[in-house]
């Protein structure tokens, strides 16, 4: 008798173990052990086509990280900004925010193919954006962080909440604010995730209202460091040159610390929605302040802010679907 419930009693623990390092979402559960035995190369798999992509191309760290923030701004981490238009389905990468900016999608279709090879029908494409984001950042010389997992991918799109949701350059810094807190995000995180910003790249149509008198009161932006918004008009002219890229953090573009908080601080915050985080807000500017003193700070905050943004309503348990191509949904 005394041996059987002890054996009742381990299978408990192991039962509920997982939990112990999980987050609750409305829909269940997501833990970083959740593939430990249904594809235990998961996350070794998405690693290494990571760091193939990274070494051909240093700014797919940046796209890659990107893609998860703007799937999970979007009807939660469930995969939707994958989907490629078909059926009833309008792509969300058809979106202003996503349009002609949003890229890396082969490499996710190549970690998909390598997953369904290794386990079939097993991993989400929610959870392979969640991981290569944070493998993206760990490559660039970031802070890593487990990953809680267990997302399912969703069976649609919203085009008008990747219009509406996103934040956008221009945007005030209250309607940023807002946008957050409508994902349960605060002004904390807001600092922090912004961060993303110290790897990639920018284009010119996304910053060009700040050096000419585009602004709404027919002044350039004053915000910006005079000297350095003379060197960003040499190539964004007042018209034209749309697509030409600038790196967000000049200092050091394919590198992520803090630098992007110190360029703020010098006037030098390339977007808007950057240099607003030091203009607008008492509360936000001495997060900027702190986290350009203090790099470790700043790693720290934004792997907790990753986790939190990474728990933005996923689909658990029944709810959605595993895709076996990220770029539409399954036929039944």
């Not at 996710?108 to 386990?119: M, P, V």
């Not at 110290?198 to 284009?203: D, L, P, V």
């Not at 191509?325 to 039944?332: L, V």
Request: hydrophobic fraction near 35%.
């Amino acid at each position: 008798m005394a041996h059987s419930m002890s054996f009742l009693m381990v299978l408990l623990l192991l039962a509920f173990t997982p939990f112990c390092f999980s987050h609750k979402t409305s829909g269940g559960y997501l833990y970083p052990q959740f593939y430990d035995y249904s594809c235990p190369k998961a996350q070794e798999i998405v690693k290494s086509i990571v760091a193939k992509a990274v070494a051909r191309e240093a700014r797919m760290a940046a796209s890659l990280l990107r893609l998860h923030f703007h799937d999970c701004f979007v009807k939660g981490c469930d995969a939707s900004l994958l989907l490629d238009n078909s059926g009833s389905i309008i792509s969300e990468k058809r979106s202003n925010p996503n349009r002609n900016s949003v890229r890396g999608f082969e490499v996710i279709d190549e970690i998909k193919y390598a997953l369904e090879k290794e386990c079939p029908h097993t991993v989400s494409c929610a959870d392979i954006l969640a991981l290569a984001a944070r493998d993206s950042t760990v490559l660039a010389g970031g802070p890593s962080w487990e990953v809680p997992l267990g997302r399912r991918d969703s069976r649609g799109a919203s085009l008008s909440g990747s219009n509406n949701n996103i934040p956008a350059p221009n945007n005030t810094f209250q309607t940023i604010l807002t946008k957050f807190k409508l994902q349960g995000l605060n002004i904390v995180d807001l600092v922090a995730l912004s961060g993303s910003h110290t790897i990639g790249n920018a284009r010119c149509t996304s910053f060009r209202q700040r050096l000419y008198n585009q602004s709404g009161n027919g002044q350039p932006d004053y915000s910006l460091d005079q000297s350095y918004a003379m060197q960003l008009r040499s190539r964004c002219p007042r018209s034209g040159g749309d697509q030409n890229l600038f790196f967000l953090d000049f200092v050091t573009p394919t590198k992520f610390d803090n630098h992007y908080f110190k360029n703020i601080l010098a006037s030098k915050g390339l977007l808007n929605s950057d240099q607003v985080l030091f203009t607008k807000s008492k509360a936000s500017m001495e997060l900027v302040k702190k986290y350009a003193e203090n790099n470790e700070l700043f790693f720290e905050q934004f792997a907790k802010s990753m986790v939190k943004m990474g728990n933005i309503s996923p689909l658990t348990g029944s709810k959605g679907e595993i895709r076996k191509n990220c770029r539409r949904i399954n036929s039944y």
